[in-house]
């Protein structure tokens, strides 16, 4: 009796986990040595031409590292990650560009605005000042009643008509509720503030400017924001919920003060956040209709009264002598007002989280 011996199967070798994939850090240096690559071309240009030029070198850096990138993950990865590749670097270089605007403003505003961000700047206006010293006191005063009397005109009536053309508005009149909030979001700003001086001057006479003209002007622009924002935020609240409230017999107004409201009451904090910062900038409205002073002014109604935009406007049209006082307050101001609407931002988030529903038990 003869034993038979099985044949022998030949198996393949373990594949390592890292094979056909590039290593983690393949990307960074790949770009690294594309800008090496860039500076070599544009050192030889400068040779030339006496100057380096420093935009191109980055730009050019940055093609050829998403060209040589992609083209090294075809060799190794295969086309579709290549094409994954390609596309994460097109995405990051677009976020790249869209940052440099951001971070170069933010930059020269804070090397510009820190001359003047002393204790003078905050406690003093510019009566009887014509040259160095003064401050912008009574333009922060007039940004923040002007604001404010905005904001409370504006959001009871903003917020009152999302909820009705969320939860009550049909027909033909919530069709046009919607096309006119569409048509008041484009409206040009200076056309909201000749509203607001032709509405007051009917009352009081022409040429009357005042702080509550300019508060008027500004809840012009800003209530279409806040209807958009807040009728976004309302219809993202579950149908469930007030499903819900009208089971257990609570009658609709109620089911919204109670369940709607502070369910998107986060996202509506956010909205009017972004309504504020939308006009708090505002200038063409306010020179036509608050007008501007150098003086204090804490009445909304009486007299003009100016505001941040306002004074950094003024100092830098006009200059006098000594000109870096005048544009130092120019910047100061434009600084100040950065840090004004980012408290702001700041503020709203913390009462958004505040007043968020709490999830668990």
Sequence with gaps: ???????????PTSVPLTAGHLPKGAPWIVLGGSLVVSAALFGILALASGGFDWGGWLVVGALLSVFAIWLLSRIVEGARRATDRLVTAL????????????????????????????????????RNVTGEGGGALHAI?????????????????????????????RGALARGITF???????????????????LFAIFWGAGTRTGIAG??????????????????????????????????????????????????????MTGVTLAIARVIGETAPLLVAAGFTASMNYNLFEGPMNS????????????????????????????????????LN??????????APKSGR
């Design 308 to 343: 941040l935009p306002l004074f950094v406007y003024t100092q830098y049209t006009q200059q006098g002598i000594p000109q870096h006082a005048y544009l130092d307050r120019a910047w100061t101001a434009a600084l100040v007002l950065i840090l004004v609407v980012m408290l």
């Design 215 to 268: 508060a008027v002007a500004l809840s012009v622009l800003m209530i279409p924001v806040v209807v958009r924002s807040s009728e976004e935020m309302l219809r993202l609240v579950p149908n469930e919920l007030r499903e819900a409230s009208y089971a257990l017999g609570v009658p609709k107004w109620l089911t919204i003060v109670k369940v709607v409201l502070p369910t998107s009451i986060a996202g509506i």
């Design 91 to 126: 995405v990051t270089g677009a976020f790249v560009i869209a940052m440099i605007p951001l971070i170069s403003v933010g930059v020269t505003v804070v090397v510009g605005g820190l001359a003047r961000l002393d204790v003078q700047f905050f406690t003093e206006s510019m």
């Design 180 to 198: 006119l909030v569409d048509v008041m979001t484009g409206i040009p700003s200076i056309v909201a503030g000749l509203f607001a001086y032709a």
């Design 346 to 355: 700041l503020l709203a988030r913390a009462i958004g989280r505040r007043l």
């Design 141 to 169: 005063v007039g940004t923040l009643l002007i604001t404010l009397a905005a904001a409370v005109i504006s959001i009871p009536i903003g917020l009152m008509t999302a909820i009705y053309l969320v939860e009550y508005g």
């Design 1 to 11: 009796m003869t034993t038979q011996i099985a044949p022998q199967v030949s198996r």
